[in-house]
């Protein structure tokens, strides 16, 4: 099973992006989507955002990585 982290997206460069996921800051790939900007959120995963995601699915992401 692979599991997937949602973050915001704080700085978009070059094929990058600067995420916040639950307060840890990292850089990750951002390759795969197109037109991300500051403000999206995003699916993680192996440090590449999988997904362009709603502000509600992160929540509900949340509530069950809390769960876990």
Same mark, same amino acid.
């Given at each position: 099973?692979?599991?997937?982290?949602?973050?915001?997206?704080?700085?978009?460069?070059?094929?990058?992006?600067?995420?916040? %996921?639950?307060? +840890?800051?990292? /850089? *990750?790939? #951002?390759?795969?989507? @197109?037109?991300?900007?500051?403000?999206?959120?995003?699916?993680?995963? %192996?440090?590449? +955002?999988?997904? /362009? *995601?709603? #502000?509600?699915?992160? @929540?509900?992401?949340?509530?069950?990585?809390?769960?876990?």
């Amino acid at each position: 099973m692979c599991v997937g982290l949602s973050a915001k997206v704080l700085d978009v460069n070059d094929g990058t992006a600067l995420i916040d %996921a639950s307060g +840890a800051k990292r /850089k *990750i790939s #951002s390759e795969f989507i @197109d037109g991300l900007e500051p403000g999206d959120y995003v699916m993680v995963h %192996a440090g590449i +955002a999988i997904a /362009k *995601i709603t #502000s509600s699915d992160k @929540d509900e992401t949340g509530k069950i990585m809390e769960k876990l």
